[in-house]
């Protein structure tokens, strides 16, 4: 098994491959399928948003089995992301956890649109999600940042990833105890869009 260090540069690595336009033959045919169909040993944890253009198995050129994706609008933190997580860090001792925001997410343009004009009839489960994006982006808006469209919605995403792994890193005793103990690492990230390259943040280990 990866440590986390390893898996962060197998992550960099596939990225890289992704921008520059020269992915591997992907790890998706028969053979690997077939592999796979006792056991998984997926080498990152990745926690996304469900955008279509930003599917983590691609933009870090991956194959089947490498990742254990968990995708939700706004790549929040709710109850079942951090049982998820900590399913398979301990199921499969996956070692690396990467939280990926990414430029221009929809659901955090609906929250800054909710926070500066409330909408009446917001549907209850739509709200579910514009409420634990909510505290990260409140705060932005009592800046200079609030008359400046574009880096409000950059430093909200940014917030909202670091909310994120926050809530991973001490939302659960399991997953406090693996990162205490054993190896864990549970680092931010944040794709664009424009260029695809995956940046690093929040603690992620230099190199
Ligand atoms: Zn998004």
């Not at 596939?14 to 992915?23: L, P, S, Y």
């Not at 077939?34 to 279509?52: H, W």
């Not at 933009?59 to 706004?74: C, E, K, N, S, T």
Request: glycine letters at 8%; hydrophobic letters at 45%; aromatic letters at 4%.
């Amino acid at each position: 098994m990866f440590s986390a260090r390893e898996a962060l540069e197998r992550l960099k690595d596939g990225n890289r491959r992704f921008v520059a336009d020269r992915k591997r033959a992907a790890q998706v045919g028969a053979t690997r399928r077939n592999e796979l169909t006792e056991r998984q040993e997926p080498f990152a944890i990745v926690l996304g948003c469900s955008d279509s253009r930003v599917p983590a198995e691609i933009v870090f050129d991956q194959g089947l089995g490498d990742l254990f994706v968990i995708r939700v609008a706004g790549n929040i933190v709710a109850p079942s992301q951090i049982g998820s997580v900590e399913f398979a860090a301990e199921q499969f001792h996956t070692r690396l956890v990467v939280v990926l925001g990414h430029s221009g997410c929809g659901a955090i343009l609906a929250t800054i649109d909710q926070l500066k004009r409330p909408v009446e009839k917001q549907s209850r489960n739509l709200r579910a999600i514009v409420d634990r994006v909510r505290p990260s982006v409140w705060p932005l808006l009592s800046t200079e940042l609030r008359d400046d469209a574009e880096a409000l919605v950059r430093s909200a995403v940014r917030a909202n990833v670091h909310a994120s792994v926050n809530d991973l890193r001490h939302g659960s005793e399991i997953l406090e105890g693996l990162i205490a103990n054993d190896g864990l690492l549970v680092v931010g990230a944040e794709y664009s869009l424009e260029t695809g390259v995956v940046e690093f943040l929040d603690g992620a280990p230099e190199g």
